[in-house]
C-alpha cells in the first residue's frame, strides 16, 4: 500500500507564495512519476504538474507554466509543489498522485493510482 500526505496549504492573498508538500510511504516511491492535482468546487479534477521519477523531467499545464515549480527529494521521499504569483483562480483542493506504472505515466489523472487527501488552497483578491 502508498500513503500519500499532502501539506502546506493555506489561506493567501494574491500575489503570495506557497510550498506543498507530498511525503509519500508504502511503494518504492523513488521509481514513479508523480503529479500535482487541482480541483474547485464544481469543477473537474485538473493535472497541474509532474515529475519524471528521476527528477529529470518535469511537466506542467499552461496555466502555471512560469509560476509553479515541481521537485523531489527521493531521500526523503517527498515532492514539492512551489507555487509563487498565486491567483484567485488558483483557489482549489491540491492533491499529489503516484503514477500507476514504473517508471512511466502521463499527465492523465487516469493513470496514477494512488491520491493523497488532499491540502486547500485559497487565493483572496
Known amino acids: 500500500q502508498v500513503q500519500l500526505v499532502e501539506s502546506g496549504g493555506g489561506l493567501v492573498q494574491a500575489g503570495d507564495s506557497l510550498r506543498l508538500s507530498c511525503a509519500a510511504s508504502g511503494r518504492t516511491f523513488s521509481f514513479y512519476r508523480v503529479g500535482w492535482f487541482r480541483q474547485a468546487p464544481e469543477k473537474e479534477r485538473d493535472f497541474i504538474a509532474a515529475?519524471?521519477?528521476?527528477?529529470?523531467?518535469?511537466y506542467y499545464a499552461d496555466s502555471v507554466k512560469g509560476r509553479f515549480t515541481i521537485s523531489r527529494d527521493s531521500a526523503k521521499s517527498t515532492v514539492y509543489l512551489q507555487m509563487n504569483s498565486l491567483r484567485p483562480e488558483d483557489t482549489a483542493v491540491y492533491y499529489c498522485?503516484?503514477?500507476?506504472?514504473?517508471?512511466?505515466?502521463?499527465?492523465?489523472?487516469?493513470?496514477?493510482?494512488?491520491w493523497g487527501q488532499g491540502t486547500q488552497v485559497t487565493v483572496s483578491s
Open positions: 515529475i519524471h521519477w528521476s527528477g529529470s523531467r518535469t
Open positions: 498522485a503516484q503514477a500507476r506504472t514504473l517508471y512511466t505515466g502521463t499527465n492523465y489523472a487516469r493513470d496514477y493510482d494512488y
